[in-house]
């Protein structure tokens, strides 16, 4: 069993990678408070909170000692990489997320599972491929810029203090996590 000595932590990945997932069950055996950046900006009927008002909340949220903060808006970045001590990457292939994100669109939509602001995935906005109210739409928008983007990120002199840890397939990530 290793003890991981990090107590703020972001869980990045494109949609559907499984961050919010991960998140939740980091901070439950860690005993960490949950952030989850689509809980802070998605109000009723989707709307979201724009950019100064998620910051806002983004800033009052990991003022705490102890965190897992599930997401990746850019927005937020400038906030919560600085006060965060780990980066946790899932970077997983391309067939791996698109699977994950369909089967967890088909049991929302099923299930009528309430998300955040009481809002519900809707089968028509997800069928809108070319929306950017699409999560699909979202996933092949940014998947390979992820890719891209956050090597480069993880490079900048600012984000040195940051202890990267990438995993490509789930097991990895199951297998460290059970470790913990």
């Not at 970077?91 to 698109?98: L, T």
């Not at 002199?157 to 199951?174: M, R, S």
Request: contains cysteine.
């Amino acid at each position: 069993m290793s003890k991981f000595p990090h107590k703020r932590i972001v869980v990045i990945g494109t949609t559907g990678s499984g961050k919010s997932t991960l998140a939740e069950r980091l901070a439950l055996k860690l005993g960490l408070e949950l952030i989850e950046l689509d809980a802070l900006n998605w109000g009723p009927n989707w709307t979201p909170a724009g950019s100064e008002l998620l910051q806002a909340h983004v800033e009052k949220a990991t003022r705490s000692s102890g965190w897992v903060l599930a997401g990746n808006y850019s927005a937020t970045r400038p906030i919560s990489w600085p006060r965060a001590q780990a980066v946790i990457w899932l970077d997983y292939s391309f067939w791996v997320i698109f699977s994950r994100l369909f089967r967890r669109t088909c049991r929302r939509l099923r299930t009528r599972e309430e998300l955040w602001g009481g809002n519900h995935e809707r089968l028509g906005t997800q069928l809108k491929l070319w929306s950017e109210e699409s999560l699909f739409h979202w996933f092949f928008k940014t998947y390979w810029r992820r890719k891209r983007e956050y090597p480069e990120l993880f490079a900048l002199p600012e984000n040195a203090h940051l202890y990267i840890l990438c995993f490509k397939i789930p097991q990895e990530t199951e297998a460290w996590l059970a470790e913990l």
